[in-house]
């Protein structure tokens, strides 16, 4: 079994024995003035198809590893913050990067069990996966949830925007975000994100799938080749980011049974709607809460839950607002608002659509995820965040 397989499982370890979330950050030296972590490694290294029989032996592991920490707790419950596992490493844990960095860097080597999270502290010192988390809706959330307390991890295809976005985010001298970078659309990049995120900070606990592409058209008009990617980034990358990520948490599980991670796809108003000349993106938003119902009887085995948000517009946005690609240009330019001479008169018409009279925001989206998150006993769902512009019947 190698470190990326066994990462998460010793969190998951900590965190069942301390009560809730840590970063544990490791080291491929083996310190000799650590206690050691002893355990008989079974052969279940990092599997390219994710079978049951992998996950039986993972599941054994984790078992031994929970006695082993029970062993190593002191009477007043504090856990060894430092370990190494022969053939492994060294791994240092922390309730956030700053505290496990400091273990790693010889501070304080004992953790002590952690105060039960309160309702407004359903993410404080949760891990959390944004894609798509450069700009626009996935800024806001990302943003949001480093305010909520969890670490973030901004991912993006664009690399540069992602390093700079979450250099923004630490700007108060704390780390609480990082940065990496990946195609949602192919297969080995979301692997070598969801390997970079273990290794980094030990595991992960909420997934945001928010990375999506749009592209108007009339279906007699729309090329094959922008239907296919937006379909592409909008319907098949989510398959493959829960393939990639879901491992990582259900590895955490087998050693934390009492704790559940979530995945939250950011879907549409589109996905619970038709939307006019605009076939490719609400097909593939339909399509997402399909795969969002079906991940979720799969998944929750395992304490994952799995739901969508369905916002409103982002009018703010670029995907809205860019003045050469957003949507209101692509809406002027297509036809699809009878009568519109200007982008002015296009976003006019799409407020109007709203009861609430605005687009969607970053805080409507967030206060919708925390809410999957704290709602213990809720899966499958697809929340509609629309200032009443769609009412579930």
Same mark, same amino acid.
């Given at each position: 079994?190698?470190?990326? !397989?066994?990462?998460? &499982?010793?969190?998951?370890?900590?965190?069942?024995?301390? =009560?809730?979330?840590?970063?544990?950050?490791?080291?491929?030296?083996?310190?000799?003035?650590?206690?050691?972590?002893?355990?008989?490694?079974?052969?279940?290294?990092?599997?390219?198809?994710?079978?049951?029989? +992998?996950?039986?032996?993972?599941a054994e592991t984790a078992r031994i590893i929970r006695e082993t920490f029970a062993a190593l707790k002191a009477d007043?419950?504090?856990?060894?913050?430092?370990?190494?596992?022969?053939?492994?490493?060294?791994? @240092?844990?922390? !309730?956030?990067?700053?505290?496990?960095?400091?273990?790693?860097?010889?501070?304080?080597?004992?953790?002590?069990?952690?105060?039960?999270?309160?309702?407004?502290?359903?993410?404080?010192?949760?891990?959390?996966?944004?894609?798509?988390?450069?700009?626009? @809706? =996935?800024?806001?959330?990302?943003?949001?949830?480093?305010?909520?307390?969890?670490?973030?991890?901004?991912?993006?295809?664009?690399?540069?925007?992602?390093?700079?976005?979450?250099?923004?985010?630490?700007?108060?001298?704390?780390?609480?975000?990082?940065?990496?970078?990946?195609?949602?659309?192919?297969?080995?990049?979301?692997?070598?994100?969801?390997?970079?995120?273990?290794?980094?900070?030990?595991?992960?606990?909420?997934?945001?799938?928010?990375?999506?592409?749009?592209?108007?058209?009339?279906?007699?008009?729309?090329?094959?080749?922008?239907?296919?990617?937006?379909?592409?980034?909008?319907?098949?990358? @989510?398959?493959?980011?829960?393939?990639?990520?879901?491992?990582?948490? &259900?590895?955490?599980?087998?050693?934390?049974?009492?704790?559940?991670?979530?995945?939250?796809?950011?879907?549409?108003?589109?996905?619970?709607?038709?939307?006019?000349?605009?076939?490719?993106?609400?097909?593939?938003?339909?399509?997402?809460?399909?795969?969002?119902?079906? @991940?979720?009887?799969?998944?929750?085995?395992?304490?994952?839950?799995?739901?969508?948000?369905?916002?409103?517009?982002?009018?703010?946005?670029?995907?809205?607002?860019?003045?050469?690609?957003?949507?209101? +240009?692509?809406?002027?330019?297509?036809?699809?608002?009878? =009568?519109?001479?200007?982008?002015?008169?296009?976003?006019?018409?799409?407020?109007?659509?709203?009861?609430?009279?605005?687009?969607?925001? =970053?805080?409507? +989206?967030?206060?919708?995820?925390?809410?999957? +998150?704290?709602?213990?006993?809720? !899966?499958?769902?697809?929340?509609?965040?629309?200032?009443?512009?769609?009412?579930?019947?």
């Amino acid at each position: 079994m190698d470190k990326i !397989t066994m990462t998460p &499982i010793i969190r998951g370890a900590y965190m069942e024995a301390l =009560g809730g979330p840590v970063v544990l950050l490791s080291d491929v030296e083996e310190r000799s003035e650590l206690p050691e972590l002893k355990i008989d490694l079974k052969g279940a290294d990092n599997p390219e198809t994710y079978t049951a029989a +992998v996950r039986a032996v993972e599941a054994e592991t984790a078992r031994i590893i929970r006695e082993t920490f029970a062993a190593l707790k002191a009477d007043d419950g504090s856990l060894p913050a430092a370990l190494r596992v022969p053939g492994i490493g060294s791994f @240092f844990a922390g !309730t956030d990067w700053a505290e496990a960095d400091s273990v790693r860097q010889g501070g304080t080597r004992r953790l002590s069990p952690l105060p039960s999270a309160g309702r407004g502290d359903v993410a404080k010192g949760r891990i959390a996966l944004v894609t798509g988390g450069a700009q626009g @809706f =996935g800024a806001e959330i990302a943003r949001g949830l480093v305010g909520a307390g969890a670490f973030v991890i901004v991912a993006d295809i664009n690399a540069d925007g992602a390093r700079v976005f979450a250099d923004m985010l630490n700007a108060g001298g704390v780390k609480r975000a990082s940065a990496v970078a990946v195609d949602v659309s192919n297969e080995e990049s979301v692997k070598a994100m969801a390997d970079a995120i273990v290794a980094e900070v030990g595991g992960l606990d909420l997934l945001v799938s928010n990375a999506g592409v749009l592209r108007a058209g009339s279906v007699l008009e729309l090329t094959a080749k922008d239907f296919e990617l937006v379909t592409r980034i909008n319907y098949s990358a @989510f398959f493959l980011v829960v393939k990639q990520i879901s491992p990582v948490m &259900i590895r955490q599980r087998a050693a934390a049974p009492s704790w559940t991670s979530d995945i939250v796809q950011i879907n549409s108003k589109s996905g619970l709607e038709g939307s006019n000349k605009n076939a490719a993106y609400a097909g593939g938003k339909f399509g997402g809460i399909g795969l969002v119902q079906s @991940f979720a009887m799969e998944l929750i085995e395992y304490g994952i839950k799995v739901n969508a948000i369905c916002p409103g517009n982002f009018f703010d946005g670029p995907l809205w607002s860019d003045p050469d690609r957003g949507l209101f +240009v692509q809406y002027l330019n297509t036809g699809k608002v009878p =009568g519109a001479e200007s982008v002015a008169d296009v976003k006019r018409y799409y407020e109007n659509k709203v009861p609430m009279g605005r687009g969607c925001e =970053g805080p409507d +989206v967030l206060k919708a995820i925390l809410y999957c +998150v704290d709602q213990a006993y809720e !899966t499958g769902q697809a929340v509609p965040v629309t200032g009443g512009q769609v009412m579930l019947k």
